[in-house]
């Protein structure tokens, strides 16, 4: 299972949930959120969650959702992307 978290609650809820079914969880967090958000940080590590900071780019969600993105594009097969942001085009008005 993988996502991706800005200020660490959809990452602190997804490992909550992959702890209590024993599955292996992997969230994608820029490394300036990682810094601002550390108590979340610190929860998730708890949770057995395996987290990668993004140095790339902006180094904040943004960026973070790519990271998660291009992860799971790796292996679609056997990975689940449980998307937490809102993310998209623009709609029309």
């Known amino acids: 299972m993988l ?3 800005g200020a660490g609650q959809h990452g602190v809820a997804l490992a909550t949930a992959c702890s209590l079914v024993c599955i292996d969880c992997e969230i994608h ?3 300036i959120d990682v810094e601002k958000e ?3 940080v610190i929860r998730m590590k708890i ?3 395996k987290l990668i900071p993004v140095s790339r780019g902006t ?3 943004k960026d973070a959702v790519d990271s998660a993105f291009e992860a799971y594009l790796q292996d679609p097969v056997n990975s689940l992307y449980a998307i937490g942001s809102v993310v998209g ?3 029309s008005l």
């Open 3 to 5: 996502a991706e978290t």
């Open 29 to 31: 967090m820029g490394e």
């Open 38 to 40: 550390h108590p979340n």
């Open 47 to 49: 949770l057995g969650t």
């Open 59 to 61: 180094r904040t969600l």
């Open 89 to 91: 085009p623009i709609p």
